[in-house]
Each structure stands twice: as C-alpha cells, then as structure tokens.
C-alpha cells in the first residue's frame, strides 16, 4: 500500500539509517508529524518494538498517541494497525507504547528489543534520564528521535544533542518559514502578528531561538520548567492527595501591551507553580471572559491590577469575577523578592510566561556596565499577573518584615 505522505523536502534524510535523529527548531514547524508518519511507514514495513515517550505523561492524552491515531484515521490504516486505548499495536507485530519518563524511567530502563525511541518535547529531559534511556536503546540498529523547541542553550539536551553532536546522527533545525505552504493561513496570521508585536517572543517561539540568561536577569536560578502533575476533581485541585490553594492573577493590556492572566498553585510553602495562562493582544473586556470561559473556566476570583478600577468594575458586570490586587508603595520590588525567595516552576505550555522569565532584567549602567537594582519596565505581564495573584502573601510577609519590636525605644535608651 501506498500512503501520500506530505512532510517538507527538509525532513526526509529521517528516513535514512541513523542512530540519532535530532529536530529541533520553532513550534508550527512539522518535526513531530514527520517523525510519526516514518515510525509508521517503519512499522508496517517490517516487525518494530517502538517507545513514544516524553518528560511527563499523566494520561494517554498528553502523548503522540492522538498524533498516530490521527494519521492512521487520515490514511484508513486500519488493515495495519489497531488502535487500543493505550498502546497502537500491528498486523504484523510492531507495537507502538507510550510512557512517561519522568515516572517510568525505570520501567523503561528494563524494556528489551526496541527498536526506536521516540522523543517529544525533548527540552527539559535531564542528564540522569538521558544516561538511563540511551543505553536502554542496545538493540543493533536501534534509532533515538529526538524533537523539541530549544529554550536555554545551556540545557543538556540542547549541549548533548546541539552544541554537541553525537556521532552518527542527522541533525536538522526546522522552523514555520520552511514550511508555510504546509500552515493554514489562521495561523500565519497569529505568528505575523507576534513578529510585529514582539520581534523577541516571535524568535523565540517561531524561530526556535533559544534564551539566554545573562547575570541581569531577576529570576536567574529561581525557576525551572517542567510539567507537575495536578488533579482537578469535583472543583478541587489534588497534588499527592493533598487538596491545593489556586490563586489567579490579571494583568490588563493597554495599547501595545498584552493582556496577561495566569492561575498559579502553591505546592507547598516553598513552591510556586504556573499551571496556565492566557496571553493575548488588543482584547476588550467581553473578549476577556470569552478566552476565560474558553481556556481557565474553573477560576474563582481574579486578582488584578487595582490601578484600573474602571476595567474592573466592567469585568464584574459582565460576570468575571475580579477584585482589585491592594499593591502599595514598592510593590514590584516587595514582589520580586517574595518571588525570589520561592522556587517557581513553570509548566512548559506557559510559553510567554517562560519567556518573561527569561528575560526581565535589572538595568545596566551604560558608563560602568554594572548591574543596577533598578527594574527595566518589560517582559513583565505575566510576572506582574503573578504578583497580583500572590498580593495577599506579598503583603503579610512585607508586613512581618516591618513589625517594630516594642521594646526597641527602651533597648536603645530613647
């Protein structure tokens, strides 16, 4: 049988013999669907034991199964393959299984007779995974797929797999500009709109460029980027059986600026995470509950910036839910600090938020290229949403820093 594969010229060395296979680049540039019609193409070939894996997996909904099952449905495969609630097996014997590499690692690490790996999301794997699933991959003619959107160049799959090339690999970066005639036109509009709003995000995200973080920016050191895993169960969110406080934040766009709403978790008194956000220009205030009722319906209150009461009370009318966040003087910097003191964790489909983490700097002075303490006013909407959704712990820790002791005045003989 024959199947009318459409994939960009640029990823057909995939289907030669290779141990490694490394695509990396921007989102919205076809790296996992061509890596899924060669696993398919392999399986029916001949008899392939093939591990679809990422970082996290909660559910057979958060891997590549939709993909294969998509392209089978596309392409009536249904001779080939049967599709099961959790596995795809073959006709012939190939097996399609989906893992998690996080809780799996080690359950992986006892597999036999595989003969491809396949990667998503590759990004946040970390040295201890990457040494424990490369050796499991011993068969003779074993291949490892690797795909991902680099984010920070100092990551050690963007080291080990990038900057440093294993031998034997194909290594190809992609991006959307290779393939626009693959896109729908919805979402060339979207990235069109990002480059002329945004020229950093849109190299970021689009271009596949990945984020450095120099010595100025504010969060260096205090996030990282994974996936948490969280239960939501009859309006209540569950974390290790453990029933979890939500807070949600708003920061209002104006004119240029987007309008940035995250809903946060505090895992434990320590932890901070950024489960999902909404980001979006140019919105009105009916167009706000619409991307809330489409995208963080479970919301309770919002938390917003108290210096626009009227934007607000528009809000509440209209069935939102909002509140004012009371910021007080030195509220950025008392929140940046109450940030710094946690340790955040941002889930990777929060893409502006990661980038904003990424890149809000401390000012440098231009005669003595020393780093200031003072705040460049960008790349902040999501981290100012963050901050009005935390403002209540903000402030009682503000006001546990400026209690007087009582007794200071006698202490010091005044």
């Not at 990396?24 to 399986?43: C, N, V, W």
Request: aromatic fraction near 12%; proline fraction near 3%; include cysteine.
């Amino acid at each position: 049988m024959k199947i009318d594969i459409k994939i960009p010229k640029r990823l057909l060395p995939i289907w030669q013999p290779m141990r490694y296979k490394i695509l990396y680049g921007g989102r919205a540039s076809g790296k996992s669907l061509a890596i899924a019609y060669f696993l398919l193409t392999q399986a029916m070939q001949r008899k392939c034991k093939i591990l679809c894996t990422r970082e996290y997996q909660s559910s057979i909904k958060d891997s590549t199964y939709a993909v294969f099952k998509a392209l089978i449905d596309m392409h009536n495969l249904y001779d080939y393959f049967t599709v099961k609630h959790d596995s795809i097996v073959g006709a012939n014997g190939s097996e399609f299984i989906f893992k998690g590499l996080a809780r799996d690692i080690y359950s992986i690490k006892s597999m036999y007779d595989l003969d491809y790996c396949f990667i998503e999301e590759a990004e946040n794997i970390d040295k201890n995974t990457w040494n424990v699933l490369i050796p499991t991959m011993r068969e003779d003619g074993s291949e490892i797929l690797i795909a991902f959107n680099p984010k920070d160049k100092q990551s050690e799959t963007y080291q080990r797999f990038v900057d440093n090339t294993p031998k034997n690999s194909i290594k190809i970066k992609i991006n959307y500009n290779d393939i626009t005639n693959f896109l729908s036109q919805t979402i060339l509009d979207e990235i069109e709109e990002l480059r002329l709003n945004n020229y950093a995000l849109y190299e970021h995200i689009y271009l596949g460029e990945p984020l450095d973080m120099t010595e100025d920016v504010i969060f260096k050191g205090c996030f990282k980027v994974e996936n948490v895993n969280i239960e939501y169960n009859r309006g209540k969110w569950i974390k290790d059986k453990e029933f979890l406080t939500v807070e949600y934040g708003m920061d209002f766009g104006f004119s240029v600026d987007p309008a940035a709403m995250v809903e946060c978790f505090m895992l434990d008194k320590n932890t901070i995470y950024i489960a999902r956000e909404i980001y979006e220009h140019k919105l009105l205030p009916s167009d706000y509950k619409k991307k809330i009722e489409k995208h963080i319906l479970e919301y309770k209150t919002w938390h917003c910036d108290n210096s626009r009461p009227d934007t607000i009370a528009e809000l509440n009318k209209l069935g939102v839910k909002c509140i004012s966040a009371d910021k007080g003087k030195g509220s950025v910097e008392s929140g940046i600090q109450w940030l710094q003191s946690k340790q955040i964790i941002i889930n990777p489909s929060c893409t502006n938020t990661i980038y904003e983490f990424y890149n809000y700097r401390y000012k440098t002075d231009k005669k003595t290229g020393n780093i200031t303490t003072d705040i460049i006013d960008k790349d902040n909407h999501a981290i100012d949403a963050i901050r009005y959704a935390f403002f209540k712990q903000i402030n009682a820790t503000k006001r546990k820093t400026l209690r007087i002791n009582p007794n200071a005045f006698t202490q010091l003989g005044m």
